[in-house]
């Protein structure tokens, strides 16, 4: 019995050392971008850099949003939640061959700016829910439309992803390591009194 005591204990010190929070910085370039009442669809956008990956085609990243909610394509909005992002490798700089994220729309906007030279930007602004569970990441894709407002499809400049896979504070973790240690010993005391 004092084994397992001995090695809850140590479970629960090792608990906040694999406790972390890593991000990854994604960008991309190129493609086109739709939209209509139905939400936004980014189609042929190349993957430049995931991570300490950087290159000149290591991938793609496509999306679709859900409708919108309020707005319109044109003049700006909110859109459902759901559709998806994805985010492929090739096999090239480290990544490996397939899908390296997919998730969902939690929520987005849809920002039309004018500038004062009076050319347009619109703005895609997402939060993501990963497939596997990752969650804090975020999408900007900024689409410069020049002086005419978007008409439905243009091509796509660039656009930033942040996916963050967050797991509990190793304080958190701490203090659920010292509860479960106190309930090991009050159990034991217990089955001591009732033998």
Known sequence: MFKKVVLLGLLALALPLAANASSIAVSNAGGVLTGSSSGLTLTGSTLIKYGDSVGSNLGSVSFTTGAFTSGDAQMGGTLAAGGTFTITGNGT???????????????????????????????????????????????????????????????????????????????????????????????????????
């Open 93 to 195: 700089n480290g990544l490996p061959t397939g899908v390296v994220f997919s998730g969902t729309f939690s929520s987005a906007t849809w920002t039309m700016q004018t500038l004062a030279d009076g050319t347009h930007d619109y703005v895609l602004k997402g939060a993501l829910v990963g497939s596997k569970g990752e969650f804090g990441a975020t999408a900007q894709i900024t689409v410069p439309t020049g002086t005419a407002p978007f008409s439905g499809s243009t091509a796509l400049s660039s656009g930033d992803t942040n996916i963050t896979v967050t797991t509990p504070e190793p304080g958190s973790l701490s203090l659920l390591g010292t509860g479960l240690l106190g309930l090991a010993g009050f159990m034991r005391r217990k089955r001591k009194s009732t033998s």
